[in-house]
């Protein structure tokens, strides 16, 4: 496996180093909006808001397109003609999927402390002071503070720390899920269809289909604990929802979007590993 996981770093060295080389270059325009202070700034939001799509993007398509390459002739070969089961090829591109998410995070992390730090230096309390100051958008930074004066009284009732831990929870394995139905998609699409010309236009097929399938199997199973709360309150008269059954009612949609990821990523797992050992043809 530590090999595996070896052979799957290098083949991204150039593409690490050029995605290193783009966040470089913009952050270094993401500092420069901020340093102007003046009504530019504002595309240091701007810029920080693609930086962290950019970077989940990044790692989506990244992996999809290395396990879509594993089965072309060249990578194909020298992959799959040695003793490797699929249960290590799917999960060693699993890994490096969690290690450049982490490795994003942090990045993303470590840009917009640089960026409030540069603010804070220039003599604001931070980058919303600063853009709000520059721009005339005092809203903005209103706006932020009466959200954090909503949320502390919140913070004796109910287990913040919690509640944003299981959000960081749900976004990856909802991540994960997504991935695996591409691993699935792509697999089904290069084994059980590989003679077929257009065996990448059905994966792709695949994969939307699955994606819909899943979203409506969700609904279906989430609907019934919404209606069933809806059907307890009073129609005729003005209900004030607890914070305790508002953070109860989330915990149930959360615990049930996170067993339903599990069970794709399980079951993703599961079958594309049985096809790649089963029937590989290159």
């Avoid at 958008?137 to 009284?153: N, V």
């Avoid at 929870?169 to 998609?185: E, Q, V």
């Avoid at 699955?210 to 199973?221: K, N």
Wanted: glycine share 8%; hydrophobic share 55%; with cysteine.
């Amino acid at each position: 496996m530590l090999k595996l996981l070896k052979y799957e770093l290098l083949r991204r060295k150039k593409v690490l180093i050029a995605f290193g080389i783009t966040t470089f270059v913009l952050e270094l325009m993401i500092l420069n909006f901020v340093r102007l202070q003046d009504r530019s700034s504002i595309f240091s939001l701007l810029f920080l808001g693609l930086l962290a799509i950019g970077l989940i993007a990044w790692v989506f398509i990244n992996t999809i397109e290395n396990y879509y390459s594993d089965f072309k002739k060249n990578q194909g070969i020298l992959l799959f003609l040695t003793p490797i089961k699929g249960q290590s090829l799917v999960l060693s591109k699993l890994i490096i999927a969690l290690i450049q998410i982490v490795g994003a995070t942090l990045i993303f992390g470590f840009c917009v402390w640089l960026a409030n730090g540069v603010a804070v230096n220039a003599g604001y309390t931070g980058l919303i002071n600063l853009i709000s100051s520059c721009t005339g958008m005092d809203g903005l930074e209103i706006s932020m503070m009466e959200f954090t004066d909503q949320i502390r009284p919140l913070q004796g009732q109910l287990p913040v720390r919690l509640l944003v831990g299981e959000g960081v929870l749900i976004m990856l394995l909802d991540f994960f899920s997504n991935i695996m139905i591409a691993f699935t998609a792509i697999t089904i699409g290069r084994t059980l269809l590989s003679r077929n010309s257009l065996n990448w236009l059905y994966a792709l097929l695949i994969y939307f289909g699955l994606t819909i399938v899943l979203q409506f199997i969700t609904g279906a199973v989430v609907m019934p604990f919404i209606l069933t709360d809806i059907y307890h309150l009073d129609a005729g008269a003005q209900v004030t929802l607890k914070v305790s059954e508002g953070f109860a009612f989330a915990q149930k949609i959360i615990l049930i979007d996170g067993l339903i990821s599990v069970f794709v990523i399980i079951s993703g797992f599961f079958v594309s590993s049985v096809l790649i050992n089963k029937k590989i043809d290159i």
